[in-house]
């Protein structure tokens, strides 16, 4: 791999003579996995930094959401949005579950809570929206919804940590929110994710339910599965999260680096994110345009010549996966708007070790 490569993110470790002291307890207690003392301190901790009630760690953020389809007991159909992850719908058909896709809101490229009514049948339970690229959905429109037709919502917020909208964090709506800390995220722990709740009373379930479905030493009252984060991901975690706030805000000044340089350029559009009060810059997608005089595909070829290696986030949509591509919902004409976007979008590199030449050479390539 070239030292010149310039990928669209670059994972944020901490000092490596940071981790040694908790690898060296982790050795003297042999305590690895299962609840250990740094998997309990780094949910207090995370409880704390991301102003919320509970937190269940867990491996990953895949894992996390098709735990928290089964805490909530979700059947039938599941309205979601088809510009995400495929893990988001993956989720839904591991548990069964029929995703019905969406059409999202061109502005936010979130599920288009104008569209959710419409979707509803007698088998719908749920809604799964997804913060993309960390930007809020439209949460107090969602959260009427979901009351009026008696409906949970989870959300996928694997791009929000650290994410504010108007009252406080993102992560405190709907009925459970997951998180997802893979290598790629703002916050990571190698692999890992969440659940975030609100009562206790549901944390013991999911903390059942991410360790078998036991709930003492011989007694299994449901199927659960494995979904434990070992004591080595929750010491990363904790140094991850010492060094949050300088991650944070460097990603914030290149954001604006980018805002600058691209704000101006005739067929380039910035995605501007005024849906969250608190940002975490985890993406920088930008709109390739028809008037930019050539196409997001040819752009990013371009890029890649210079070994600047941005990536088409959400392309392929979900919904043209073999796997959902025959379902009604994944109709052309019911998502004009999550089509486009796939088309159009292009993310840039942003992580906080980029150098401010680097963001400047990407930006003169897309200026000319
Ligand atoms: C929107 C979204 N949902 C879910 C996931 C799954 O998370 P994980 O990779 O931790 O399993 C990811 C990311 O990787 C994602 O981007």
Request: hydrophobic share 40%.
């Amino acid at each position: 791999m070239s030292t010149n490569n310039i990928y669209v993110t670059q994972p944020s470790l901490p000092p490596l003579e940071e981790f040694l002291p908790y690898l060296e307890n982790i050795w003297s207690t042999k305590i690895l996995t299962n609840g250990g003392p740094y998997h309990q301190q780094l949910e207090e901790e995370l409880c704390k930094y991301l102003g919320v009630k509970h937190i269940s760690l867990f491996n990953n953020g895949t894992i996390a959401l098709i735990t928290a389809l089964q805490a909530l007991k979700i059947s039938g159909e599941v309205i979601t949005t088809p510009y995400s992850f495929v893990a988001t719908a993956n989720s839904l058909l591991w548990n069964n579950i029929k995703p019905v896709f969406i059409d999202i809101d061109r502005k936010s490229l979130n599920l288009d809570p104008n569209k959710i009514e419409a979707a509803i049948t007698d088998r719908t339970t749920a809604i799964l929206p997804v913060h993309c690229y960390g930007t809020a959905c439209d949460v107090d429109q969602i959260e009427k919804i979901a009351q009026r037709h008696k409906l949970k919502v989870i959300y996928d917020a694997a791009h929000a940590f650290g994410v504010s909208c108007h009252c406080g964090s993102v992560l405190n709506h709907g009925d459970l929110s997951i998180l997802s800390f893979h290598a790629t995220k703002v916050f990571n722990t190698f692999e890992g994710g969440a659940i975030i709740c609100k009562d206790n009373a549901m944390k013991n379930h999911i903390d059942n339910l991410k360790n078998f479905g036991f709930i003492n030493e011989t007694t299994v009252i449901e199927s659960g599965i494995n979904g434990k984060m070992s004591e080595l991901n929750a010491a990363v975690g904790l140094l991850q999260l010492k060094h949050i706030t300088t991650a944070l805000k460097k990603r914030q000044v290149i954001a604006h680096q980018y805002n600058q340089g691209l704000s101006k350029i005739p067929g380039i559009t910035i995605l501007e994110n005024n849906y969250s009060s608190k940002a975490n810059h985890s993406y920088y997608p930008i709109f390739v345009e028809n008037n930019y005089g050539i196409t997001r595909d040819q752009l990013y070829q371009k890029l890649k010549e210079q070994n600047i290696f941005t990536r088409r986030y959400f392309y392929p949509l979900i919904s043209d996966f073999p796997t959902y591509k025959n379902l009604y919902s994944t109709s052309m004409h019911l998502l004009h708007n999550a089509n486009e976007a796939a088309n159009k979008i292009l993310c840039l590199p942003i992580y906080p070790d980029l150098e401010d030449s680097s963001v400047n050479k990407i930006i003169d390539l897309i200026a000319n």
